[in-house]
């Protein structure tokens, strides 16, 4: 049998280790929410640079298609 002293220590060690899980998960709940956020400022640039493509250098065919269009949609640096 374990003494009030021994269950208490037991009890503070366990609950030490339900903290360190709860931050872990917050952590990783953060990593994964600006993961998220970072994918979607990058989906609405590309969407972006597909419109000024289209403003610029729709003629016959969608800017965005044209060879200039392709240029701006996938630089990595965009071009004002």
Known sequence: MASRE?????KKV???GAERENTSLNSGETMIRHLIQTKMR?????YKRIGTANERYSHCIDGWKTDMGMV????????T
């Open 14 to 16: 366990q609950n030490s």
């Open 42 to 46: 990058t989906l609405v640039d590309y």
């Open 72 to 79: 701006l949609l996938y630089s990595v640096n965009q071009i």
């Open 6 to 10: 021994e269950i208490s220590k037991i």
